[in-house]
């Protein structure tokens, strides 16, 4: 790990949930903490990338609150117990911003749209928008990231896992590899 010289401009790797920090369950929800298992090395990675990202803001689509599958406050307990298990590891979390509507209300903050990266962004002014970072494992997050670029001026697409059938610019098996090789933050650290 180098230190970068000069002042850092502050910019924020945002990071998809399920599939990527904890275990996708496929045609289900993850409903409560006992459903919640993280993948492997992925709390240790973001206790890495906590280094180098001056932000580091989950952003998850959890429409098992809109089907009244879960409610609101299991969602928050969830990723209480989340962010203090990435804080034990030393890591952190500044932010989970979730979309919690049904697909077809065709609300602006369903990834893929960019609605609530945009939102957290124009509360968070000391962040250079146009050096966002976007990791996930869904070509719904890849192409959030392309949204996102088009409305604040830059954004890389980074995937993660086997399931992405769109362009991105960078490939990673997993968030440990991510965290350990950082061509993707070229010009950010
Ligand atoms: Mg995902
Ligand atoms: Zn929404």
Redesign the pocket.
């Known amino acids: 790990m180098t230190c970068s010289e000069g002042p850092q401009v502050p910019w924020c790797l945002f990071l998809d949930r399920d599939g990527v920090i904890n275990r996708r369950i496929v045609g289900d929800y993850v409903r409560s903490w006992e459903d919640f298992e993280f993948v492997e090395g992925a709390v240790e990675a973001i206790a890495k990338l906590s280094v180098i990202a001056p932000k580091i803001v989950v952003i998850t689509?959890q429409q098992g609150v809109g089907k009244e599958l879960m409610t609101a406050e299991d969602l928050d307990i969830i990723h209480g117990l989340m962010t203090s298990a990435i804080a034990e590891a030393g890591g952190r979390v500044d932010a989970i911003l979730s979309?919690?509507?049904l697909a077809a209300?065709k609300?602006?903050?369903?990834k893929p749209?960019p609605?609530?990266a945009i939102q957290w962004l124009s509360q968070n002014l000391e962040v250079d928008p146009s050096m966002s970072v976007m990791a996930g494992d869904s070509d719904s997050d890849i192409v959030m990231a392309r949204n996102l670029a088009s409305a604040v001026g830059g954004c890389e697409a980074v995937a993660i896992g086997k399931d992405i059938g769109v362009d991105a610019d960078f490939s990673y098996d997993s968030l440990e590899m991510m965290a350990s090789d950082l061509a993707w933050a070229s010009g950010r650290v």
């Open positions: 689509n979309c919690t509507h209300s609300c602006d903050c369903r749209s609605g609530l």
